[in-house]
């Protein structure tokens, strides 16, 4: 039960990020680039409830913008699976308390992200590479969500470790046998 009241509360903010983007942000961009808030929103979930929470929510998520934006259908879907999944499999690895650790999570997977999409779309329109825009892009929109994560990072934190509490339970042994 509180498994799919946690999954009803993140598709919320899901569209609230959505209404985010596309509205408040597209009014605070820095050289025409707005953040990536689904790929904040997705990696975090797949660290703090799995790889398989992640991996699906990104699904479903991606799926959504797909609609919503108009763009091919499928694209944001995989990449934003992919990021859940990496947030997963990164929380083994690194320690969720360490602002900077989070920060360069979501540093290393928003270059994941464009540079999967940028290579997609052009292997489906057919046009040429440019690294000079692709790198400006990457570096602009990791520098916006490099900033929204020290704002709002008291907030993930204190949200995630209670969606962590739920999803995973305790994994200490009361009784050894």
């Not at 946690?6 to 985010?20: D, E, M, Q, R």
């Not at 992919?82 to 690194?94: H, M, T």
């Not at 020290?150 to 009784?175: A, D």
């Amino acid at each position: 039960m509180k498994k799919t009241l946690v999954i009803v509360l993140l598709i919320i903010a899901f569209f609230f990020s959505y209404l985010l983007q596309s509205n408040f942000f597209s009014w605070f961009t820095i050289a025409g680039i707005k953040p990536n808030i689904f790929i904040i929103l997705v990696m975090c979930v797949g660290l703090f409830a799995g790889k398989t929470t992640g991996s699906m929510l990104g699904i479903l998520f991606g799926l959504l913008i797909d609609i919503f934006i108009g763009k091919k259908i499928g694209i944001s879907g995989i990449l934003l699976g992919s990021v859940g999944f990496i947030g997963g499999y990164l929380d083994k690895d690194f320690s969720k308390d360490s602002k900077l650790t989070i920060i360069l999570m979501c540093v290393g997977v928003t270059i994941f992200y464009e540079l999967a999409d940028y290579f997609i779309l052009e292997l489906i329109y057919k046009f040429e590479i440019e690294l000079l825009p692709l790198i400006k892009v990457i570096l602009i929109e990791c520098l916006y969500n490099t900033i929204l994560i020290i704002i709002f990072y008291p907030i993930i934190q204190k949200m995630g470790y209670r969606m962590e509490e739920i999803f995973k339970g305790s994994n200490i042994l009361t009784r050894y046998f």
